[in-house]
């Protein structure tokens, strides 16, 4: 028999919308299936004010239907000049969620990022004293550490001293990838989450070199070996609620991901929650899908749980999947994970009146 599950709405606790045509094109995929996301503010410039978060979730609303449901949580991005007045007050009329720290360099858009972790600290101050959670890219930037360290070098030098200084200020640390994270986190007293991705608990690092060299398996921070996959997954299954589903869907034109020096960024909302259902299935733990994708964001997060539902079914046979979507006159590549996923979302999807613009045209790279 086809099994199903019924699980609550979904949240993405970390999306990258873009702007403008891009986010007409990707927006759909979130907005039908998560109740709620929180919107990365790594834009050019970055959303850094709360004038520029208006702006921006106006432009995101109004790419909506009128009426639809679906609600883009803002983020303030972190810069050595950020004004902590404009934080707490973007936190206190609920506009903003988090703060987004981007040490300065480490990703995509980050170059106004933080430099010196001596100039925020004021505003660190003033978040801790209104309990006003910071999202942080935990990578050094410092091109002496192999690229493969970063992450556990992050949290022993940066992470580890900065939640000392500031033990009220609740974190999460984004898209974790390596067991030195996931054993941080396990072993903090209070105030720490992560986000997990759902390409990082799919595929491991040997993905990026499988047969030549895969731009659309590369993103930041990098997927690591096997060993630090199998603990992600373990972490994620746990039912521990520190760890909870941030995709980190980061769409790039198919022409920046396959260049000279190509994008960092795996675009994976139209099968994200797919991905995670099969590896909870491969992991025998379907039971604690709903606490990783629904429940425990959420009240890290302090906000309610989403009150409706959604049904998942087992996808028996491979069902074609799209590659890519049109976005202006590009396209962007799905995420490709290894094998089909295993699971589809039958019932609860909420879609925007209109298909979005899907582009099936491109051969297997
Ligand atoms: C993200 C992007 O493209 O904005 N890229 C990525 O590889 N994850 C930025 C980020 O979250 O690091
Ligand atoms: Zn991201």
């Known amino acids: 028999m086809t099994r199903r599950l019924t699980v609550t709405r979904p949240d993405d606790w970390h999306l990258h919308l873009r702007d403008g045509e891009m986010m007409r094109a990707v927006l759909p995929f979130s907005a039908e299936l998560y109740g709620r996301a929180l919107v990365m503010p790594n834009l050019s410039p970055p959303v850094r004010t709360p004038a520029d978060a208006r702006a921006y979730r106006a432009r995101i609303r109004a790419a909506l239907p009128g009426g639809h449901p679906f609600q883009p949580l803002m983020t303030a991005y972190l810069s050595d000049d950020t004004d902590p007045a404009g934080l707490a007050q973007g936190f206190a009329e609920g506009l903003f969620h988090a703060v987004k720290l981007y040490p300065a360099?480490?990703?995509?858009?980050?170059?106004?990022?933080?430099?010196?972790?001596?100039?925020?600290?004021?505003?660190?101050?003033?978040?801790?004293?209104?309990?006003?959670?910071?999202?942080?890219?935990?990578?050094?930037?410092?091109?002496?550490?192999?690229?493969?360290?970063?992450?556990?070098?992050?949290?022993?030098?940066?992470?580890?001293?900065?939640?000392?200084?500031?033990?009220?200020?609740?974190?999460?640390?984004?898209?974790?990838?390596?067991?030195?994270?996931?054993?941080?986190?396990?072993?903090?007293?209070?105030?720490?989450?992560?986000?997990?991705?759902?390409?990082h608990l799919a595929i491991d690092r040997n993905a990026l070199f499988e047969g030549g060299l895969r731009p659309h398996m590369y993103c930041l921070p990098v997927a690591k070996r096997a060993s630090h996959r199998r603990a992600l997954r373990a972490a994620a299954v746990s039912g521990d609620s520190r760890f909870?589903?941030?995709?980190?869907?980061?769409?790039?034109?198919?022409?920046?991901?396959?260049?000279?020096?190509?994008?960092?960024?795996?675009?994976?909302?139209?099968?994200?929650?797919?991905?995670?259902?099969?590896?909870?299935?491969?992991?025998?733990?379907?039971?604690?899908?709903?606490?990783?994708?629904?429940?425990?964001?959420?009240?890290?997060?302090?906000?309610?749980?989403?009150?409706?539902?959604?049904?998942?079914?087992?996808?028996?046979?491979?069902?074609?999947?799209?590659?890519?979507?049109?976005?202006?006159?590009?396209?962007?590549?799905?995420?490709?994970?290894?094998?089909?996923?295993?699971?589809?979302?039958?019932?609860?999807?909420?879609?925007?009146?209109?298909?979005?613009?899907?582009?099936?045209?491109?051969?297997?790279?």
């Open 105 to 199: 360099g480490a990703t995509t858009n980050s170059r106004a990022g933080v430099t010196d972790f001596e100039r925020v600290h004021r505003a660190i101050e003033v978040m801790e004293r209104i309990d006003m959670p910071l999202s942080v890219h935990g990578e050094v930037v410092d091109s002496s550490v192999d690229i493969f360290d970063r992450e556990a070098v992050f949290v022993e030098t940066v992470l580890d001293p900065l939640r000392r200084r500031f033990p009220g200020l609740r974190v999460v640390l984004e898209h974790v990838t390596t067991r030195e994270a996931v054993d941080y986190v396990r072993e903090a007293a209070a105030g720490l989450a992560a986000t997990i991705t759902p390409h």
């Open 244 to 365: 909870f589903l941030g995709t980190d869907s980061a769409p790039h034109p198919r022409s920046a991901k396959e260049s000279d020096c190509g994008c960092a960024g795996i675009f994976n909302a139209p099968n994200a929650l797919a991905c995670v259902a099969t590896v909870f299935d491969e992991e025998g733990a379907l039971q604690a899908l709903e606490a990783f994708t629904a429940h425990s964001g959420a009240d890290f997060y302090r906000m309610p749980r989403n009150a409706d539902s959604i049904v998942l079914e087992e996808a028996l046979g491979s069902a074609p999947q799209p590659e890519a979507v049109a976005a202006g006159g590009e396209s962007v590549r799905i995420f490709a994970p290894p094998a089909a996923p295993g699971w589809k979302v039958v019932e609860g999807l909420r879609p925007l009146g209109r298909p979005p613009a899907r582009d099936d045209t491109i051969p297997e790279a």
